[in-house]
């Protein structure tokens, strides 16, 4: 049986690295892999934390990219790769532009594809945007489902989304089996000069497309005011190389007492950074998933979220991204102990660390 994994952004590298390594023990799979190259120095960073090397590298990352570039680059520069490998099924991840695109691609060679972390749903098709309509495309070419959670198996039972449907658990808790180490040293020389006894860290991440603009202002805004108030407190925010996320990033965070601007982290110095810090602030899906595991409260900052679980289970909190509702809600966090002592404790909905099993085991039975 021959394999290939397609993906293009780093939240999809750190949830299909851990498949490859487990697709790879299996001789009588031969697993491929081609990059899009959606992201460039944010992708060879969990390409390199992996130690995997890519066979096919699309390369098509722009500095001022748009949806339909991505889409029509990713579409073009694919279908030779789909052609020569005529592999027995393609794998994509999520819901990215990339994603979308290489499952269409695959349809259009009529390649079954395997569709890792469907069926997450917000119902919104504006939020976020595209990811909710790009998994919504791709859950419907899809011929295999790996859904993370009863949940999302339920969302795709709705859609009538029957066959093939498979719980396997998130592949980004198998991921900790290569990034997470005790006595961890950091890369980074910030990460390595704070002192964990003395100071809590709050862990901030932001990016969506929908919040830029204000509502990333307002997230800036409220971070500036948390500084301000709490001496004790070491904002570290690792900034996506997006520029119109630099740009407001920048503009109101840099130079301010207690927060660190910093580049992108590699996913080792990242998952080992979630396990020391206190809190987590962010907008991202992959934190949202990772935190609950470490205990660590995790505030989203965006008006829905497709990850209900870990909201049922007391460790995440919605609290939009109006610069008051931000502040506020981390500000409680921060000071009062035992509504801290709520939200952190420990679980595990998405995943007991064996989700690449599962897949490799459905993909070996087809
Ligand atoms: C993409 C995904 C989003 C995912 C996010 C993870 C789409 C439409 N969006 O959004 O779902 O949550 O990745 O981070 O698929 N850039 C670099 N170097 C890099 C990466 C990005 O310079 O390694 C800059 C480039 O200028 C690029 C810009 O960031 O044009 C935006 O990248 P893009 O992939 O279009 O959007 P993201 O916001 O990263
Ligand atoms: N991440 C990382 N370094 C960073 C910021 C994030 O390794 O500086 C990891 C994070 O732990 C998670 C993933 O990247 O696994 C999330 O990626 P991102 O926020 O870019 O995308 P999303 O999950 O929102 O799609």
Do not use: W
């Not at 498949?19 to 992201?39: F, M, S, V, Y």
């Not at 909190?317 to 420990?346: P, Q, R, T, W």
């Amino acid at each position: 049986m021959k394999i290939l994994m397609v993906f293009g952004t780093r939240p999809e590298a750190i949830k299909m690295c851990p498949l490859a390594l487990e697709l790879r023990k299996h001789k009588e799979i031969e697993c491929k892999i081609c990059l899009t190259g959606q992201h460039r120095e944010m992708l060879r960073q969990v390409m390199e934390a992996f130690e995997i090397q890519e066979d096919y590298n699309l390369n098509i990352m722009r500095k001022s990219q748009t949806l339909t570039t991505i889409t029509t680059d990713v579409l073009e520069k694919l279908e030779p790769v789909l052609i020569e490998e005529k592999p027995d099924v393609v794998l994509v991840h999520g819901d990215t532009t990339t994603s979308f695109a290489a499952a269409l691609a695959s349809f259009y060679q009529q390649i079954p594809v395997g569709h890792v972390e469907a069926g997450l749903r917000t119902g919104n098709i504006y939020s976020p945007y595209p990811e909710e309509m790009n998994r919504l495309l791709t859950g419907r070419i899809a011929t295999y489902h790996f859904a993370p959670t009863e949940r999302n198996r339920s969302n795709l039972l709705s859609e009538n989304i029957e066959k093939n449907v498979y719980v396997t658990g998130n592949t980004v808790i198998d991921s900790f089996k290569t990034t997470v180490k005790e006595n961890y040293v950091f890369h980074n020389p910030v990460l390595c000069n704070i002192n964990y006894t003395d100071h809590r860290v709050v862990l901030v991440t932001a990016h969506r497309r929908e919040n830029l603009g204000l509502p990333l202002q307002n997230i800036c805004r409220a971070i500036k005011r948390l500084a301000e108030r709490h001496t004790d407190i070491e904002v570290i925010y690792p900034v996506h190389l997006n520029p119109a996320v630099r740009e407001t990033v920048y503009d109101i965070l840099d130079g301010v007492d207690r927060i660190k601007l910093i580049e992108p982290m590699d996913v080792l110095d990242m998952h080992n950074l979630i396990a020391r810090c206190n809190l987590v602030l962010t907008d991202s899906g992959g934190l949202q998933e990772e935190a609950p595991s470490f205990g660590k409260p995790v505030l989203v900052m965006r008006t829905e979220t497709e990850r209900p679980e870990a909201v049922d289970a007391g460790t995440v909190k919605v609290v939009g991204v109006k610069e008051e509702d931000i502040f506020s809600a981390a500000n409680l966090l921060l000071e009062n102990e035992g509504e801290y002592k709520l939200m952190a404790h420990a679980v595990n909905p998405y995943g007991d660390g064996h989700a690449c099993e599962r897949i490799v085991t459905v993909l070996q039975n087809q």
